[in-house]
Each structure stands twice: as structure tokens, then as C-alpha cells.
């Protein structure tokens, strides 16, 4: 039977899953319904702590669309770390990066009460270990660093993982590289402005120089412009389409202004 799933800001009404000391066939339906409530709503898995039940219970959809019924498992090794971007059906629509186990092995009961045992890497390793998070009273927001649990509230409270209040700042580091492209581009005009008034051959050759340097330091501020507001732009969710084409407009257009006044300056100096 089709169970529902419990969501937030449902609290679930357990703190840890209870092992499975009888098997009879309340444990034997709990196990098909969870079946079903996978197919009906298309998942990898489910916990049965996800719809409400108090036993240590993880089912598990297999590729070829067979289950893998896992009652009181228990993780028994670990091993390598990795960052995973999880989704869960306790918070719809969300996502946040977690620190998972690349690699772990658990023990665990089948229906007729025999132990059994498996390893698992990569993808399944981290749909285990999501599961049996469950089954320990906890959701993957218990998981979470500092940095990213605030992520995470902030969309929480809005319901999306786009509509976060950290998106697209209305000021950047990246700022302060403009900042100096224009100082430098300024300097460049100034120099051209100055050699109008002098006529010695030898200074117009230091003013050529120093107008050189200056357009060489211009190019490579831009230059870091460009890769280093990418970066910035891809801390914040929603920031990197939006701010893609202001980047590239914005270092285009220093890049002419900088091949314009070193032309210029060429010729007139």
C-alpha cells in the first residue's frame, strides 16, 4: 500500500529507528508498502523512518528494478571522503553539499532473519548512507557544515534552492579590479594629455615607456578581472547567468579602451 512520505516542517515523531526482533508480516507489509511508495513516486529509496515507522527498515530500488530489502543494518567500515550536491524527499525542491563516505560496508537481516553483508562505493554508498541517517533520527541537514546549514536555512525559508537571500550582491571584490583598470586607463590619458606640452625627445621616449608598463599592467588587471569574477560569481546560486554577460561586456570594453589609448599613444608620443 501507497504510503505518505512525511516533509517538512513535518517533524517526524521518532528520534531513532528500533531493530526488527520479530519477523511476521506487520515487518513483511511494511517492506512492500515501502516497495510501492517508492514506484508511486519514483525514488532510489526509502527509510521507513520517511513514512513514520519506528523500525530500523531501509529499502532499496535496484537499476534492473529489483529491491534490496535491508532490515537493522548497520554500518560497520568507512573509508575516503567525497563532497556529494544530495536532494531528499524530506525537503522538496532542495539541494546542499554534503561530506560523505566514498566507500562503506554494512550488515543487515533479510525476511527470513539471516545476517547478511555488502559494500558499496560511489552513488549507492551515499544513498546508503542518506538512508541510514534516517533510521538514526536524523535528516541530512544534521550533516552539513556551518557554512553550508546556513546556505541551507536561508533556503529552507524560501523554498527553492534559487530564491536564497545571499543571491547576486549589489557589490563584489572583483569590484576593486575595476577600480584599478580605470585608475590605470586614466593614467594612460593623463600621459597622453602631458606629452602635448612637452617637445624633448628623451622625455617623450620615458613618458612612451612609462605608458607601455602601464598599459602592459592594464591588460593583466583585466586579465584577472575576468577569471576571478567567474569565480566570485559561481559562491553565490543564482549570480552565475546573470553576471556572465555583465563580465564579459565589462572586460571587453576595458580591453578596447586599453588597445585604443596604446595605439594612440604609439603615434603621438
Request: net charge neutral; aromatic share 12%.
Amino acid at each position: 500500500m501507497i504510503q505518505e512520505i512525511i516533509k517538512y516542517p513535518t517533524q517526524p515523531s521518532i528520534e531513532y529507528g528500533s531493530d526488527v526482533r520479530i519477523f511476521n508480516e506487520e515487518i513483511f507489509t511494511l517492506l512492500d508498502d515501502l516497495k510501492d511508495t517508492i514506484n508511486e513516486n519514483n525514488l532510489e529509496a526509502l527509510a521507513a523512518f520517511q513514512i513514520g515507522s519506528y523500525y530500523n527498515i531501509v529499502v532499496i530500488k535496484e537499476k534492473d528494478g529489483t529491491f534490496l530489502e535491508l532490515i537493522n543494518p548497520r554500518l560497520i567500515s568507512t573509508k575516503d571522503k567525497i563532497t556529494t550536491t544530495e536532494t531528499t524527499a524530506y525537503f522538496p525542491n532542495l539541494s546542499a553539499e554534503i561530506q560523505r563516505h566514498d566507500t562503506i560496508s554494512i550488515i543487515y537481516q533479510v525476511r527470513d532473519g539471516s545476517m547478511h553483508s555488502l559494500m558499496a562505493s560511489g552513488d549507492k554508498s551515499v544513498l546508503l548512507q542518506r538512508k541510514l541517517d534516517y533510521n538514526f533520527g536524523a535528516t541530512f541537514l544534521s550533516k552539513l557544515s556551518k557554512k553550508e546549514k546556513a546556505k541551507f536555512e536561508k533556503k529552507l525559508e524560501f523554498g527553492s534552492d534559487f530564491a536564497i537571500s545571499e543571491s547576486c550582491p549589489t557589490t563584489f571584490k572583483r569590484d576593486y579590479l575595476v577600480k584599478l583598470s580605470n585608475i590605470l586607463l586614466v593614467s594612460m590619458v593623463l600621459l597622453i594629455v602631458v606629452s602635448f606640452f612637452i617637445s624633448n625627445q628623451e622625455i617623450h621616449s620615458g613618458i612612451w615607456k612609462t605608458q607601455l608598463f602601464i598599459s602592459i599592467t592594464a591588460l593583466l588587471t583585466n586579465i584577472a578581472y575576468f577569471f576571478y569574477a567567474h569565480y566570485e560569481a559561481k559562491q553565490y546560486t543564482s549570480c552565475v547567468s546573470c553576471q556572465s554577460g555583465n563580465i564579459i561586456g565589462t572586460a571587453l570594453v576595458a580591453l578596447i579602451k586599453i588597445a585604443v589609448l596604446t595605439v594612440a599613444s604609439y603615434f603621438i608620443i
